[in-house]
């Protein structure tokens, strides 16, 4: 987010397009929820903004509590904003930003690149038992000025005009030749077959019954092949091999590895399925990045797999480059080292932001996770579990965590089945990306202690003598250190 955003916020004396004003903000209150989703989405929808919360209408401070807020996890607003939007892809960051010496909290909020739609309704109870509603289902929501507002027409053509110019840039620079077709030519599709999507050595056909027509290389060799096949939309049965689906990743990433181009529901299709995944570093490094540097998603099956020096370069760039989303992810690594490296790790943003009234939220987060080590086992503490936590998993009886630490077998077959769930885009995404990344650290989390020693180690040598980045050092990440 540009600071220059967030600092107009601080000095507005009245809401915009891009502003918001919230006199207060308690994370138990689902009506205030459902007022702030809609805001976020439609902010999101409008180009992007910044919700500012404890600042009355007049731009004046409230004076409310903001404790709550100022300790919320980003994951849990994208978990929110998904559970009615069936979307994981909205970005957004915490400020902790201080007015008048007074600390305030602030949302800020990307572009969509797709407006969200609600997919559920927004009703919540008001006064005198009625109901009252934040927006409907089937609902698309801009910024008219300083309101929320359903979408009117131009916002609709707004939206078509936009993805129109994007697809047209999208096809030029993807244009090598425009020739046309010889008179009489036709193209078919056909349905695949076992005896094609089997064979192993090369094969010569037509796509035609015309003898004349010309011959075309079925082949896995590249070196082959004069032009690549792209579809936009494949059928269901191309994805049931974990290999077609990573070989369909590689083509839509345009040739390199390094990049996870497919939905974020195909990657949890691929950690459902993670013991089948052959190993190749650069995939498994692929996979790695796209979990803690992308998507907030369970991930440390590949990390158990990778040279140490893999992982410990993935979570440095947490820290170099930090988004608060995916900077928990460190988070959680960090505590589930133990609390002498979360103490080291916490001194080295000390020493950064020691003198600074405006402190990322992430510095908040790990002090308190630092504590909550003095009384849980560093595995509960990553997971996120407390002592008494007990959870109906679907199909399953509620269990304690004391027991659930005992039964590897038993997390994984959690874990697994939360990213069949989020896979299928079945019911309560939310809840299931939420017990994913949970259960992934109940699952490895025994594994990734056994290389505690190397892994400080060598996070210690990557991050020596080097700084975090600002709140905002993701907008100026270098093209080399994105995916």
């Known amino acids: 987010m540009d600071t220059d955003l967030l600092n107009k916020a601080l000095a507005a004396k009245k809401e915009s397009r891009s502003i918001e004003f919230k006199e207060q903000f308690d994370p138990d209150s689902r009506p205030q929820w459902l007022e702030i989703i809609k805001d976020i989405v439609a902010m999101a929808n409008s180009g992007g903004g910044v919700l500012l919360f404890g600042i009355n209408d007049d731009g004046d401070i409230s004076g409310a509590d903001l404790s709550k807020a100022a300790k919320l996890d980003p994951a849990v607003i994208a978990d929110k904003v998904s559970a009615v939007t069936g979307r994981t892809d909205l970005v957004t960051e915490i400020h902790l930003l201080k007015k008048s010496n007074v600390q305030l909290v602030a949302f800020s909020i990307q572009p969509a690149s797709i407006p969200f739609i609600f997919e559920k309704g927004g009703t919540y109870d008001a006064t005198k038992g009625e109901k009252a509603q934040a927006f409907a289902k089937g609902t698309l929501y801009f910024r008219h000025g300083a309101k929320s507002e359903p979408a009117s027409a131009a916002d609709i053509t707004n939206v078509f005009e936009k993805h129109l110019r994007r697809e047209k840039r999208f096809w030029m620079s993807n244009m090598r030749k425009v020739t046309a077709a010889p008179t009489g030519s036709v193209m078919i599709?056909?349905?695949?077959?076992?005896?094609?999507?089997?064979?192993?050595?090369?094969?010569?056909?037509?796509?035609?019954?015309?003898?004349?027509?010309?011959?075309?290389?079925?082949?896995?060799?590249?070196?082959?092949?004069?032009?690549?096949?792209?579809?936009?939309?494949?059928?269901?049965?191309?994805?049931?091999?974990?290999?077609?689906?990573?070989?369909?990743?590689?083509?839509?990433?345009?040739?390199?590895?390094?990049?996870?181009?497919?939905?974020?529901?195909?990657?949890?299709?691929?950690?459902?399925?993670?013991?089948?995944?052959?190993?190749?570093?650069?995939?498994?490094?692929?996979?790695?990045?796209?979990?803690?540097?992308?998507?907030?998603?369970?991930?440390?099956?590949?990390?158990?797999?990778?040279?140490?020096?893999?992982?410990?370069?993935?979570?440095?760039?947490?820290?170099?480059?930090?988004?608060?989303?995916?900077?928990?992810?460190?988070?959680?690594?960090?505590?589930?080292?133990?609390?002498?490296?979360?103490?080291?790790?916490?001194?080295?943003?000390?020493?950064?932001?020691?003198?600074?009234?405006?402190?990322?939220?992430?510095?908040?987060?790990?002090?308190?996770?630092?504590?909550?080590?003095?009384?849980?086992?560093?595995?509960?503490?990553?997971?996120?579990?407390?002592?008494?936590?007990?959870?109906?998993?679907?199909?399953?009886?509620?269990?304690?965590?004391?027991?659930?630490?005992?039964?590897?077998?038993?997390?994984?077959?959690?874990?697994?089945?939360?990213?069949?769930?989020?896979?299928?885009?079945?019911r309560d995404l939310a809840k299931y990306r939420q017990l994913a990344r949970q259960f992934d650290y109940l699952s490895y989390g025994d594994d990734i202690l056994r290389q505690r020693t190397e892994l400080t180690t060598e996070i210690m040598r990557a991050l020596s003598g080097r700084k975090s980045g600002a709140l905002d050092a993701t907008t100026d990440m270098p093209d080399e250190d994105r995916l």
């Open 189 to 426: 599709a056909v349905p695949t077959t076992d005896a094609m999507s089997s064979f192993k050595d090369d094969a010569t056909v037509r796509a035609t019954n015309n003898p004349r027509a010309p011959e075309v290389i079925l082949t896995r060799d590249k070196t082959k092949t004069k032009g690549t096949f792209l579809h936009e939309k494949v059928s269901d049965a191309l994805f049931e091999d974990i290999n077609n689906l990573l070989e369909t990743n590689l083509l839509l990433a345009r040739g390199t590895a390094k990049k996870w181009a497919m939905p974020p529901a195909s990657y949890y299709a691929v950690y459902a399925r993670r013991t089948e995944v052959p190993y190749s570093r650069e995939t498994y490094r692929t996979l790695l990045e796209t979990a803690f540097l992308e998507c907030y998603s369970p991930g440390l099956y590949w990390a158990t797999k990778l040279p140490v020096s893999d992982f410990a370069d993935t979570l440095a760039r947490l820290y170099l480059f930090p988004r608060t989303r995916d900077t928990h992810s460190l988070l959680r690594v960090a505590v589930l080292l133990g609390s002498e490296f979360a103490g080291w790790l916490f001194s080295l943003w000390v020493a950064q932001w020691k003198n600074s009234a405006q402190k990322p939220s992430y510095y908040q987060a790990l002090q308190d996770m630092k504590k909550k080590l003095e009384r849980q086992s560093s595995i509960a503490v990553a997971a996120q579990f407390s002592p008494s936590w007990h959870k109906i998993i679907k199909g399953q009886s509620s269990i304690p965590l004391a027991d659930l630490l005992k039964s590897n077998s038993l997390c994984q077959n959690v874990l697994t089945t939360s990213c069949r769930e989020v896979a299928t885009n079945g």
